[in-house]
C-alpha cells in the first residue's frame, strides 16, 4: 500500500511570512494527525483529524497556525505569519480506527516529513 | 499530567552487547505504549506495541505497571539497530504522547 504521503519535503521562508504543508494519508484512514517535531525533541501533536473533524487542537497555536481536512481526506497545514521559533520537520501521520479484527488501534504511519527553516 | 520520559538521549554499545532503552510514563489511566524507530533517512514506523506483546527484530519490551516503565530490550545488539527510538503513550480519545527520543549507536 502507499505511504503517507507529504510535500514539499523542505521549505526555507523568512518571519513572517507564509507557508502551507500538505498531507495525503493512507487510503481509508480515518484519523489523520499533525505533529511538529525540533530538532532534539519527540514529536508533538498539533492538530488531529478525525475524518473531517476536528478532534484534539489543544497544543495547536491558533494565533498563527491553521489545519483543514475538508474533504476527510488530504489535508493542509498553513503557517501565517511565521516565526523563527517555528523551524522544525513538520510530520503528518494517519491511521485506522480499528484493525481488521475490530480492536481500537492507534498505530501510526507517518510521512517523511517537511523540514521548514525559518530565517 | 500525562508525560512520557526517555532518560537517555545517546546510547553507544558495542555490536553483540545486550542493548536497554527506557522509558517512563505518567498517566493515571489504563496504558497502552509503543516504540517507534527511525532509521537514517527513513520515516518514523512502528517497531511494537505492548498489546501485541510479540518480539520484533529481536527487540522485546515489558510493561511494568508498578514502575510505569516500558523498556526496550535486545540481548545482542546489530549495527543495523543504529537508530533514533521513540517511546509513546497512548491515553484513549486517539492522543499519542511521544518522548524525546533516545539515539542509539552500535559500535562494531
Known amino acids: 500500500e502507499a505511504g503517507v504521503a507529504q510535500s514539499p519535503r523542505y521549505k526555507i521562508i523568512e518571519k513572517r511570512q507564509s507557508v502551507a504543508f500538505w498531507c495525503n494519508p493512507i487510503s481509508g484512514h480515518a484519523t489523520l494527525y499533525w505533529y511538529q517535531q525540533i530538532l532534539g525533541q519527540g514529536p508533538k501533536l498539533l492538530i488531529q483529524?478525525?475524518?473531517?473533524?476536528?478532534?484534539?487542537d489543544s497544543q495547536l497555536p491558533k494565533d498563527r497556525f491553521s489545519a483543514e481536512r475538508l474533504k476527510g481526506v488530504d489535508s493542509t497545514l498553513k503557517i501565517q505569519p511565521a516565526k523563527l521559533e517555528d523551524s522544525a520537520v513538520y510530520l503528518c501521520?494517519?491511521?485506522?480506527?480499528?484493525?481488521?479484527?475490530?480492536?481500537?488501534?492507534?498505530?501510526?504511519?507517518f510521512g517523511p516529513g517537511t523540514r521548514l527553516t525559518v530565517l | 499530567a500525562q508525560r512520557v520520559t526517555q532518560p537517555e538521549k545517546l546510547l553507544s554499545v558495542f555490536k553483540g552487547a545486550p542493548v536497554e532503552l527506557k522509558c517512563n510514563y505518567s498517566?493515571?489511566?489504563?496504558?497502552?505504549l509503543f516504540w517507534y524507530v527511525q532509521y537514517s533517512r527513513q520515516r518514523l514506523q512502528l517497531l511494537l506495541r505492548?498489546?501485541s506483546r510479540e518480539s520484533i527484530k529481536g527487540f522485546t519490551a515489558d510493561l511494568n505497571k508498578g514502575e510505569t516503565s516500558f523498556h526496550l530490550k535486545k540481548p545482542f545488539a546489530q549495527e543495523e539497530d543504529s537508530a533514533m527510538y521513540y517511546c509513546a503513550l497512548y491515553t484513549g480519545g486517539f492522543k499519542t504522547i511521544f518522548g524525546a527520543g533516545t539515539r542509539l549507536f552500535v559500535k562494531a
Open positions: 501521520a494517519s491511521s485506522l480506527d480499528q484493525d481488521g479484527s475490530g480492536n481500537p488501534t492507534d498505530t501510526q504511519y
Open positions: 505492548h498489546i
Open positions: 483529524f478525525q475524518n473531517n473533524g476536528v478532534v484534539d
Open positions: 498517566y493515571s489511566g489504563s496504558p497502552e
